[in-house]
């Protein structure tokens, strides 16, 4: 079992490239762009230093998000983003039947914007083609991704995809490098959410509402994922929750989508009667800004590999992370955090079920190992973080070995 930051690298990471020539720099011509990121919120969030980048590039430059419905979400928390559009792209992941004509409405649009160039944001497994393809219908002048292939007039400006046959970048760098290639410097490379006020006082008056004093320290445990192969198991997590009950007295704040009440049960039900007081169900609990700001409170978040991790990098939350290794490019970024897995051969599976039905990547994991980063967490962000002093346990708690 292993406390990395820095994530093990596919293993021709040293092959050799060949060499591309410079693309030009984006001038203050480039007035309106369309950024093209049609994955989930995190996705989203990753990509936010990026396209701060773009937009401290050219003082006065208007930025468009063409995204996701969970994308979309964050639009009343990106400063950098003037308008965004909901678009649930028929080359992006399994979606509900649908006719083309949703797209051609669209693309039509898109060319309404008059948007002077697209940078198409990608992860590496993903062709940006189709979204290529759109733009250029679009009549967008300018467009930049990386590709494979020759895109020929789909693109006219990108850079050559090399990942992951040539190494791997964190998904911050390499939207952010990607943006580099055109001029688009960023000094400041942090992840971005602006909580509202509105954000912070929802949250004292739901957690008032549940009888949680908002004033005390807790912790936040996130034992749901989207994908099964990113799930640590709950009877671990609930292992681990007690231990920092009996450790620290704190609140452990179970949260989750209404659809993963049942783990949140499970886990309260498996950590025991004789912690049970400090364990609160807050699944489907929150509107998302609610949520962020749950996160940006808490003593240590405790999550698998999901949104919540990001969240807590855009709000420079301390984070432990359940890393399933399916995926090298998604760890916690430029926040206080344990990045937990235990290598496997079979790591960068990118699957949604685990092709070897062992999960060893994640249950190798002891429950102890966790419970112990989340106090090294805490102990190490105190200092600059009151809400998370620890208090004394006020009525006797079962202890035993784990």
Known sequence: MKTLSLLPQPRAAHARIAAQAPLAPWGSEIRRVLCVRTDNLGDVLMTTPALHALRDACPGRHL????SGAGAALAPFLT???????YDAPWVGARTPRSHP??????????????????IFTVYSQNPMPAATMCYLAGVRRRLARCRENPYALLNDWVRETEPEHGVQHEVQRQLSLV???GANADDTRMRMQLRGIDRQTLETILARRGIDPELPYALIHPGASAESRRYPVERFAEAAAKLVRST????LITGSASE??????LIDAAG?????FMHDLTDAFELGAFAALIERAAVVISNNSGPVHIASALRAPV?????????QHAPWQTPHRVLFNDVECRWCYRSVCPEQHHACLRGIPSVEVANAALDLIEETSRNRPTCRTRPVHHPIETHTE
């Open 273 to 277: 009667p004789a912690v049970r007081p």
């Open 102 to 119: 949703a797209d051609l409405a669209m693309r039509t649009l898109l060319e309404e914007g008059q948007f002077d160039a697209a940078v």
């Open 249 to 252: 007295g704190m609140n452990m």
């Open 180 to 182: 580099q290639a055109i």
């Open 64 to 67: 468009t998000l063409l995204t």
């Open 320 to 328: 432990v992370d359940l890393y399933a290794l399916t995926n090298p």
């Open 80 to 86: 950098d983003v003037d308008d965004v559009i909901r």
């Open 261 to 266: 009440a049942p783990l949140a049960h499970a």
